[in-house]
Nanobody, 123 residues
Framework: QVQLVESGGGLVQAGDSLRLSCAASERTFSLYSMGWFRQAPGKGREFVATINWVGSSTYYADSVKGRFTISRDNAKNTVYLQMNSLKPEDTAVYYC????????????????WGQGTQVTVSS
């Protein structure tokens, strides 16, 4: 059982930056591909970014490409999401997730989810 705890959310202005962190309890964290998803009010869960177990492959949603960067530190059992040039439409609850499968945009492949952290971007 992998426990994931997100942190780093908050209220910022458009154009600002935030870095989200997701700490995993599992000592075999390096065997998991990790993903970030988000859910805005009244909308479904949306893929944001994913990274494979070693950090050599990353994929992004078109809406965040060039602004967000996913990375991981396996020594710290942590995955990060650096968010730059934030827009009001980035406002959502952000979730990290873990899978033993390949890095994927498909949320149904993820076995473990964190509780989420709120990101609010004001205009």
């Amino acid at each position: 059982q992998v426990q994931l705890v997100e942190s780093g959310g908050g209220l910022v202005q458009a154009g600002d930056s935030l870095r989200l962190s997701c700490a995993a309890s599992e000592r075999t964290f390096s065997l998991y591909s990790m993903g970030w998803f988000r859910q805005a009010p009244g909308k479904g869960r949306e893929f944001v970014a994913t990274i494979n177990w070693v950090g050599s492959s990353t994929y992004y949603a078109d809406s965040v490409k060039g602004r967000f960067t996913i990375s991981r530190d396996n020594a710290k059992n942590t995955v990060y999401l650096q968010m730059n040039s934030l827009k009001p439409e980035d406002t959502a609850v952000y979730y990290c997730a873990a899978t033993r499968n390949v890095a994927t945009m498909d949320s149904t492949w993820y076995d473990y989810w964190g509780q989420g952290t709120q990101v609010t971007v004001s205009s």
